[in-house]
């Protein structure tokens, strides 16, 4: 039971890390924020701006915690091997992609691209995994 406990909360703090990546990038903070504006016009609140513009003050520091927590969630799977390596490279594929620093912003369609296909690795990778259990599990009925 605490095993499984532990599991979940080192999964979580991978997806954390993987998330707060992505939030790090400007495009993405755009895009939630439309999509925020958006969802919120649906039930008819109506903002005018951007809610979530204070994230792109801070988004070198929310991409750095990323950064710090995908190392020890790398640390964690090389000591214990309990964290999912598919997952680890997804996280790691949304930091390449989420690289929010200006002096760099010139490559951003480059780290965009070479992110995507990590993350697009790590996804194709789980999903056959999940196939080949399944056909297994029906093979075997």
Known sequence: MAKNIEEKIITASGTLSGVTSVLGSWQICHSICLGLIALLSVIGITIVGMPLLFLTKITVPLWSLALVILVLTVILYLKKKCISLK?????????????PFQSLQKFS?????????????????????????????????
Not at 87 to 99: D, E, R, T
Not at 110 to 139: N, P
């Open 87 to 99: 997952m680890i490279v997804f996280n790691s594929g949304l930091l390449i992609a989420g690289i």
């Open 109 to 141: 369609l480059f780290f965009w691209i070479i992110g995507g296909l990590v993350a697009s690795f790590a996804i194709i990778g789980y999903l056959q995994e999940k196939l080949q259990r399944r056909k297994k599990k029906y093979e075997n009925k």
